[in-house]
């Protein structure tokens, strides 16, 4: 079982949400450690955008939309190299398991504009 998730998203648009609703925002999408990670930066938004792509990502990757789990139940966490890798805890964890991925990878971008994630779960 193998599969595949991208997702794009305008780095501007977060930082509008983050204006009008960063807690309810943070609270509902983003895991205690992601929030830390982002926030410890000069500018969070390109970070929080590309987690926020890889959120969608592993929804895509699992052939499921929004609102298919929690966004807060998939992290992405960096080692201590600064690779990021996924987290998944919950519903989507459940999720994961019930389709039978065991092995995720994933890869962060981001431009002055846009972050990108691209997922890939295997099985």
């Known amino acids: 079982m193998e ?16 204006e009008k609703r960063r807690d309810k925002f943070f609270g509902r999408v983003f895991t205690e450690q992601e929030i830390l990670y982002c926030l410890n930066k000069s500018n969070p938004a390109p970070s929080l955008a590309a987690r926020f ?12 939309g929004l609102g298919a789990c929690p966004l807060n139940n998939i992290g992405v966490i ?5 690779q990021p890798n996924l987290e998944l805890t919950g519903l989507a964890k459940e999720l994961s398991e019930t389709l039978g991925f065991t092995t995720w990878y994933i890869s962060l971008s981001h431009s002055k504009s846009h972050a990108v994630a691209m997922v890939m779960a295997k099985g």
């Open 3 to 18: 599969g595949v998730g991208v997702d794009i998203v305008e780095i501007e648009r977060i930082s509008k949400i983050i």
């Open 53 to 64: 792509a890889a959120k969608e990502a592993v929804l895509k990757a699992m052939g499921k």
């Open 78 to 82: 960096n080692d201590p190299g600064g």
